[in-house]
């Protein structure tokens, strides 16, 4: 019997073999999509449950919006600012200054050596590197440039900051005022509850660092728990706020108001003396 042969067609077998592949193919691409809906969905719902974070001051009659590592910087400056004595407007002039040279983050590079808050040259006699990298150790050194500036009490705020920069751009301090100011009269404790930081609490098995060495180094005390004057509260309240984040601090309590991670503060009933917080507790 003669083999039938099949031109210009497909044979049963190679029909089967089509189908199949047809099969996989589509059961791939279905799968595929069910996975990308999935990965979809995922990111819908951490978006959605997503927590922010920054920080909110609210010092003057206009609201600026910061991040939380321009909040710590900006409370330190302040903070050393107070231990060394100086009126409030000479953190207005360094937070201004900060803003236009880094906007107030802790760079670690810069024209030529300069590095820091205030980019300050380890090659022009303000430090070595690493010192200038502390950001406690770059304000004070800034503070004591200021100092031997002849009148610079009575001098605007621009060029206060140019008198110790020397920058190519003399006149950018100016845009910056505002903030700055702002920022000066929430970390002075000259407003009450002007700095709200809002961020999600990283749970570790490891008991949280304390504040308290640090706070002392800057502010050149720790008053906690203790009688103090409304500003002094309020500016450890708020540098509190600022370093919130880095010390896992969850409330903090001055002055009838209570501050948590949600980035509020709000109206509580408190007999107890002076500035207090607690701290997410290891294991947590």
Not at 89 to 94: C, G
Not at 237 to 257: C, F, K, M, N
Request: aromatic share 8%; glycine share 8%; with cysteine.
């Amino acid at each position: 019997m003669a083999s039938t042969r099949v031109t210009g067609g497909v044979g049963p077998r190679r029909m089967r073999l089509d189908r199949q592949l047809a099969y996989r193919v589509s059961a791939a691409v279905i799968a595929v999509a069910l996975v990308a809906g999935t990965i979809v969905i995922w990111a819908s719902l951490g978006k959605k449950h997503a927590v922010p974070s920054g920080c909110r001051v609210t010092a003057t009659s206009t609201h600026y919006a910061i991040e939380l590592a321009q909040a710590a910087n900006a409370t330190t400056i302040a903070a050393v600012g107070k231990r060394l004595a100086l009126p409030d407007h000479a953190v207005t002039i360094a937070l201004a200054t900060a803003l236009q040279e880094s906007q107030l983050k802790n760079l670690s590079y810069g024209d030529r050596d300069s590095v820091g808050l205030f980019q300050q040259r380890p090659s022009q006699g303000w430090g070595t590197t690493a010192q200038i990298m502390q950001p406690d150790f770059a304000a004070t050194a800034f503070f004591k440039a200021l100092g031997r500036i002849q009148g610079w009490q009575t001098m605007s705020v621009t060029d206060a900051a140019q008198a110790v920069q020397h920058s190519d751009a003399p006149e950018a301090y100016a845009s910056w005022e505002p903030l700055a100011r702002a920022l000066a009269i929430a970390a002075t404790g000259e407003a009450p509850a002007a700095l709200a930081c809002e961020f999600a609490v990283v749970h570790s098995a490891l008991p949280p660092a304390s504040p308290v060495s640090a706070l002392q180094k800057q502010l050149g005390r720790a008053p906690l728990a203790t009688p103090v004057s409304a500003t002094e509260g309020w500016t450890v309240a708020t540098w509190l706020v600022g370093h919130a984040e880095q010390y896992r601090i969850s409330t903090i309590r001055y002055g009838g108001r209570e501050w948590t991670p949600d980035g509020r503060w709000r109206p509580v009933r408190s007999n107890a003396p002076g500035v207090r917080f607690t701290q997410d507790p290891a294991g947590s």
